[in-house]
């Protein structure tokens, strides 16, 4: 199993930046693909953006140029710096992992972490 710890979250003015961590901790053998997943009231799940343990990177149309994902394979962290925040941004933010534990590839979420952007 795989424990995703968010944090990073919080309440910033339109315009203002903020940067989300995700540490994996647990017992998996390896970690591949590792991403940021929003959910906003009323609306479904969606993909902010994800990179692979190679360095892809996948980024939704509506934070290209304004969000930055990385990671740390060594620390199996992985980043989503924010910059240019809109109100449109406000969402609870889920960390995913697909990790493998010798028995097969599974997905992990995390708790969530709240980014309220105000006008």
Do not use: H
């Not at 980024?59 to 930055?68: E, H, L, N, Q």
């Amino acid at each position: 199993q795989v424990q995703l710890v968010e944090s990073g979250g919080g309440l910033v003015q339109a315009g203002g930046s903020l940067r989300l961590s995700c540490a994996a901790s647990g017992t998996f053998f390896s970690i591949n693909t590792m991403g940021w997943y929003r959910q906003a009231p009323g609306k479904q799940r969606e993909l902010v953006a994800d990179i692979t343990s190679g360095g892809s990177t996948k980024y939704a149309d509506s934070v290209k140029g304004r969000f930055t994902i990385s990671r740390d394979n060594a620390k199996n962290t992985v980043y989503l710096q924010m910059n240019s925040l809109n109100p449109e941004d406000t969402a609870a933010y889920y960390c995913k992992a697909v990790f493998n534990d010798r028995s097969g590839w599974y997905n992990g979420w995390g708790q969530g972490t709240q980014v309220t952007v105000s006008s």
